[in-house]
Structure formats: structure tokens, C-alpha cells
């Protein structure tokens, strides 16, 4: 694509294999840029099939790469290469390499040091981010203070000097602060500074109106720029400045910090936005700046094509070293994955996700970016082979027929209407633990489920690991389990049925709780099954409740029955799903559909992550799999009239069953494929 498209497309056509080229160098690095050839550079670029790469005007450092004439006292003081940028982005674009633009918002160095009295202050007094003594560039500088001003003037050169493609604001983020004009701030707007939630909220509007106006001035003076402010997650919390993104970039390293469950969890949140999306990782071993270090290529493979199966372009981070040559290496690992990536670019790209299933996230009442309930249950429906979406209660609901509770989401009047109208529309509902009570012990959320859980006795909730109780698993729930107690290691809570409230399955008590004067061996003590202990599972017509947090517990401990419990209601509530397979579960299915091709995309993914590492996961072998059968149940809502693989598109035999189902065997998966299904009607 040259960079005349790009320019005319704008955000409607993303670019596919993106490099994000950090170059964040200190002031006390001799010869910056001093080994820079543009046309090497362009050129090592292009034979990776690099087709965008974000270059810098500006670091965390605070220094800048081009001569000011605004701010020329931020020049890098050992800028050999006057015009660095500039002559970057003269190469790249004669090469139809797209290039837009990074600067940083909230850490800056220079500023930092120069304009103490501009970072964000935390209750204490202290700084938001950084210690006094800790090395780096880290405390947060508020973006309600003159450094606004700056931050609007330095972005007006930018706009004027390089008529950029995109801009890549980074770190804008919601941090609470309490600096003497941040006080006044939230007095003007009627918020309690003493008041945790408060004090978010006005963060919240701190950050909400710089992104709006800042996109107001760049597309005022070009209104074909992209811009993206990276917060390094994309959350719930975005929706109310959302206009002000022309795209979204999911930032998310799983060997920096993120993990492997990191980026399918925010994808699955981020499809339902309305936005073109980036997935974005590392070459690095592990994370920003680990100069001279490589991912394994298989690693670096799964990254990108999990990006694919979830429709978003890739993205890799890099690092440019100061002398300003590209790392050989690094560009020919890069390349062999972008090879792969461009050959099926085309089937990706206008595509949309599948599903009957949505898990409302937690992330709106949860003080982490990441919370366990939710990192356990994207991975757990994963392993299961389900295809579903994450959601918020500001996402229309209506075309899914099951929403997932789990584990964490408070009855407020938002959440109990969210679910009444879902219900109403004839929708099902599997909640945990407390995702069905008010803090006053009444089961009143999901709405359907306040005649058939009925109220808590006592209210009580242990978590600890040595309160423990039992299932045993029975009927269509104890599918595939042995009828047998099985430990929970996690207990939930204590709940009787209402007048329509099914008990499915109870609680065995274990003999009694562990204490310094009742204990039994080394954990919980043992099932005592002479007594019948409360409900475990209720049941509805349209839901099913487990008083057990076992989103949690899977994220914890990972208990095959505990997943296998969740499948089996899940289709015990909606059925099977749209696809299965008979290979194991670590092997990632996800389905997308393709409206201009008719075609339905089967995303095969098993690359294992392993604990190789102290705190680090890595992928190195790829172990093929043989004589896999995918299985589609079309429901009768279409017909496979054929199936072959990408890009190639190998032909693989295509069998029809009963009751709609439609198998085909791929003899052979090498870590990835995707299964291109031609049909007839849509799934």
C-alpha cells in the first residue's frame, strides 16, 4: 500500500505490520545518530514488510530528535544527526512506509527535574509514580498544570513541521492528584478532594478533556491524522473520551508484565468499541529496552496471529539504539513473521468475531487492570473452546443469548436493569458467587435470580484456602466428572433457594474448618458426607447460579473440574457451541466471519506457553498436532460448501453429520493455520 493510500484512507485502513521504533535516550549517550543511513534504514525496513513505524520527536527522557524552533533547548544535547526525524520520515515515505509520530505525555525527564512543582502529588505529598532516589522517568506529570500548555504548543510544531500520518500519544493515563490546582479543580466541580472515588473521578475528567481537546487541535490543522493516547490497557474507562481515538492499540508484552492472558482478554473488549484495533508486543525477551535481547520466533509468531484471529493488525516493539542503526537480527526475526502475516492480511481484514456468549467484565468496580475473576475465566472459555466476547454494561447485549456474571459485579440499579432487559429479550445467565447479591445478603442480581436463590442466612463469604468445602458433580453439571466430592478450594457463599429456585447440586461441608485447635494434615480438612450442606448450584429457567467464586479459583488454581462444571452449564443453558475440536486444550479455536468473502475463519493457535523462568512465560518449541477434527454446528443458519487452508488454500475434505454438524480433518497444525469455510448463509 503506498503512503498516498494510507493518507487517503485514513483510519479506515489500518496497517497490518506495524513497528513501534522506541528511542528513548539519555542525555548522557554520546553520537546520537551518528551511524544513522536513511536509506539502509528504509530499506532493512522494507525487506521485513514493515508497511508503518512510529519514530520519535520526542522521549521519555524529555529530549527531542529534530531542530526546535520552539523548544531547541530540548534538543538531545549529542544529536549528531540534526535532523534525525526528518530525514527518517523522508525515507520511509519515499518508500510508502507510513510514519507516524510518538511523543510522551506523562513522563518526561527533563520536565521532571526542571518542573517538580508540575508532577502529580498523592495524598501524602509525595509523587505519583517515582521515587526521589529511584532512577527514571516515572513520576507522573499532571496534565492540569502549565505543562498543558506545553505539551499543545510542542504538538502545534509537530503538526506544522511534519504533517504527520498518525500521532501516538503515550502514557495518558487517569492518575488522582492533588496539586494545589487539581484541589481547586475539584472544588469547582463540586468533588470531595478527601474522597478516594472522588478524586478518580476528577482524574478521570483531567485526562477525558486533554484527550478531547488535543484531538480537537490535531484534526483541526489535519484531519486525515490518526491518533491513539496509550494508557498500556484499553478499558471500560475510555468510553467517555472514546471520540477522541481514531483507532485503538492494545500495548500488551506478555513476556513484560502482561502474561499470555493479557491481550485475548482486552481484545475480546476492545472489538465491541466500534474501533479498528493494533495488537501490540515486543521483539524483546522481555520488556521495553532490553537492548540486544530476541524473542523466540515461535513466540513472536503466536503473538501476531493471535492478533490476527482476534482481527486486529500487529504491532512489534523495538528499540532503536542510539547510534541509530537498526539490529539486523531483530528485522530478519521481525520479517519471517510479517512474511506470514501479509500472506493472509487480506482474509483478516474485515472481518468480525462470533459468538452467542458474553462475559461482563469486571473491570468497572475492580481497582485492577487485570482482575482474577477475569483473567481466569477468558482463559478458562478458551480452554473450552467457546467463542464469546467481553462486554461492559454500555454494550448492547441483545445479540448474544448468554451472559456470564462472574465471580465480582455488584447489584446496583445499572447492573439489575442491564440484566432484566437481557432476560426479557429471552437471553440466559450463569452468575457466581457474588455476582448475585447486594450488600445487604439479598440475592437481587441477575434480576431473574431473586425468586430463585432466595436470601443469605448469614452472609457470609471465606476465602480463605483453608475454608474449604465440596461438590460432588451429578446429572447434566457432573458431565465427564466422577460422582464423587470434589474440593472447593475457594468457599462461596451461603445461600438458600427462593420458591422457584431448583437446588441442582449441594454443598458437602468438609469435617470443620481449619483452626489451632481443629486441624486435619496439611490443608482442609476432609468431606463430611453424613452431612447435607446448603445449595452450591440454583437453578431458574433461564439461569444458573453457583455460590462459588469459581472464576477465581481457576485463576488460582487452575481445577480441571472446576472448568469442566462451567461447560457443562454453559450448554447446559444455550447448547453447543459453533465449533469444537478433538485436540487438547491448549489448542486456541476462535471464529470470525468475513461478510465480502462469505466466508467463515477458523484461527488455530498451539503454541504452549511455559514457566520457564522465575516470573517469566516463553514459547520455544512448536509440537505439531495430527488428524484434527474441527467440528461446526451450523444451526441451520448456513452450509459449508467447502474448506480450505490459508494462504495456500489447500482443500481438506468437508463431512457432513447429524443434526447440522459439519466436520473437517486437518491432517496436520505447525503452531497455526486458518481454516477459510465458504458458505452459504451467514453463521
Known amino acids: 500500500m503506498t503512503d498516498e493510500t494510507h493518507r487517503k484512507t485514513g483510519q479506515s485502513d489500518i496497517s497490518f505490520r506495524q513497528v513501534h521504533l522506541d528511542f528513548h535516550t539519555s542525555g548522557h549517550i554520546r553520537g546520537v545518530g551518528s551511524a544513522f543511513d536513511p536509506q539502509e534504514f528504509a530499506e532493512r525496513l522494507a525487506r ?17 530528535y529534530y531542530q526546535s524552533e520552539k523548544h531547541p533547548h530540548l534538543v538531545h544535547p549529542f544529536l549528531e544527526r ?86 501516538f ?32 473521578r476528577f482524574a478521570r475528567l483531567v485526562a477525558d478533556r486533554f484527550r478531547r481537546d488535543m484531538s480537537s ?29 481514531s483507532h485503538l492499540e492494545i500495548e500488551s508484552l506478555p513476556s513484560g508484565g502482561w502474561g499470555y492472558t493479557h491481550f485475548p482478554y482486552v481484545a475480546r473488549y ?7 484495533m493494533i495488537g ?6 522481555t520488556y521495553w529496552g532490553d537492548f540486544h535481547s530476541y524473542k523466540n520466533e515461535a513466540a513472536l509468531e503466536f503473538e501476531c496471529f493471535q492478533m490476527l484471529a482476534h482481527g486486529a493488525g500487529c504491532s512489534v516493539g523495538d528499540q532503536l539504539v542510539p547510534s541509530g542503526e537498526l539490529d539486523e537480527r531483530a528485522y530478519e526475526l521481525i520479517g519471517e513473521v510479517f512474511g506470514k502475516v501479509r ?115 448469614h452472609g457470609r463469604a471465606y476465602e480463605r484456602n483453608d475454608f474449604a468445602d465440596y461438590l460432588v458433580p451429578r446429572g447434566p453439571l457432573g458431565r465427564d466428572l466422577p460422582e464423587t466430592p470434589h474440593v472447593m478450594y475457594l468457599r462461596g457463599r451461603e445461600v438458600i433457594p427462593g420458591p422457584e429456585g431448583r437446588v441442582e447440586l449441594a454443598i458437602t461441608p468438609s469435617c470443620f474448618d481449619r483452626s489451632p485447635r481443629r486441624y486435619c494434615s496439611h490443608q482442609q480438612s476432609p468431606p463430611d458426607r453424613s452431612r447435607q450442606g446448603l445449595p452450591g448450584v440454583i437453578s431458574t429457567d433461564r439461569s444458573l447460579y453457583f455460590c462459588h467464586p469459581l472464576f477465581t479459583t481457576y485463576f488460582e488454581r487452575s481445577p480441571r473440574w472446576v472448568k469442566l462444571l462451567v461447560r457443562n452449564a454453559v450448554e447446559e443453558l444455550i447448547g453447543p457451541d459453533l465449533c469444537s475440536h478433538d485436540g487438547p486444550s491448549g489448542l486456541i479455536v476462535t471464529a470470525r466471519y468475513h461478510p465480502e468473502k462469505a466466508c467463515l475463519l477458523i484461527h488455530l493457535l498451539y503454541y504452549v506457553p511455559e514457566r520457564r523462568g522465575r516470573s517469566l512465560d516463553v514459547i520455544e518449541d512448536v509440537v505439531p498436532l495430527h488428524d484434527l477434527t474441527i467440528t461446526l454446528r451450523t444451526r441451520g443458519k448456513f452450509e459449508v460448501t467447502r474448506a480450505g487452508i490459508l494462504p495456500d488454500g489447500e482443500e481438506l475434505p468437508v463431512q457432513a453429520g447429524g443434526e447440522g454438524q459439519v466436520r473437517i480433518r486437518l491432517p496436520r497444525l505447525q503452531g497455526w493455520a486458518i481454516l477459510a469455510c465458504s458458505c452459504q448463509g451467514v453463521p
Not at 521485513?48 to 527531542?64: E, K, P, W
Not at 508532577?119 to 502549565?146: K, M
Not at 502514557?171 to 478524586?199: F, H, K, Q, S, T
Not at 476492545?270 to 474501533?275: N, R, S, T, V, Y
Open 169 to 200: 500519544f503515550d502514557i495518558v493515563r487517569d492518575v488522582p492528584c492533588v496539586c494545589p490546582r487539581c484541589l481547586a479543580g475539584m472544588e469547582e466541580e463540586g468533588l470531595d478532594p478527601w474522597n478516594e472515588e472522588e478524586r478518580a
Open 48 to 64: 521485513a514488510q514493515v508497511d508503518s513505524i512510529t519514530c520519535f520527536a520526542r522521549c521519555h527522557h524529555g529530549y527531542l
Open 82 to 167: 540534526p535532523n534525525l526525524l526528518d530525514e527518517q520520515i523522508l525515507a520511509l515515505r519515499e518508500r510508502g512506509i507510513r510514519v507516524p509520530l510518538y511523543t510522551t505525555v506523562q513522563w518526561d525527564g527533563w520536565m521532571m527535574r526542571e518542573h517538580p512543582e508540575w508532577c502529580c502529588q498523592d495524598p501524602r505529598g509525595g509523587w505519583h509514580g517515582q521515587a526521589p532516589l529511584e532512577p527514571g522517568f516515572y513520576a507522573t506529570l499532571c496534565v492540569n498544570s502549565p505543562y498543558r500548555d506545553f505539551l499543545f504548543d510542542h504538538t502545534r510544531e509537530l503538526l506544522e513541521r511534519f504533517d504527520p500520518q498518525g500521532l
Open 343 to 457: 500472506a493472509v492480511e487480506p482474509w483478516v481484514r474485515g472481518s468480525r468475531p462470533l459468538g452467542r456468549i458474553a462475559l461482563v467484565t469486571t473491570e468497572e468496580w475492580s481497582q485492577s487492570e487485570q482482575p482474577g475473576e477475569m483473567i481466569g475465566a477468558v482463559r478458562l472459555l478458551q480452554e473450552c473452546g467457546f467463542q464469546f466476547s467481553v462486554i461492559d454494561l454500555a454494550s448492547d447485549p441483545s445479540h448474544y443469548e448468554l451472559l456470564i456474571f462472574p465471580d465480582r459485579v455488584p447489584v446496583t440499579p445499572g447492573t439489575t436493569a442491564f440484566v432484566e432487559s437481557f432476560l426479557q429479550g429471552g437471553g440466559r445467565v450463569l452468575a457466581t458467587f457474588d455476582a448475585t447479591f447486594s450488600a445487604a445478603g439479598v440475592v437481587a442480581a441477575p434480576q431473574a435470580l431473586r425468586d430463585g436463590a432466595g436470601c443469605d442466612p
Open 280 to 285: 501490540m508486543t515486543g521483539r524483546f525477551h
Open 217 to 245: 487541535l490535531v484534526r483541526k490543522e489535519n484531519p486525515d491524522c490518526t491518533l491513539f493516547y496509550n494508557a498500556s490497557h484499553v478499558a471500560p474507562r475510555l468510553r467517555s473520551s472514546l471520540e477522541s481515538f
Open 270 to 276: 476492545a472489538q465491541g468499541l466500534g474501533k479498528e
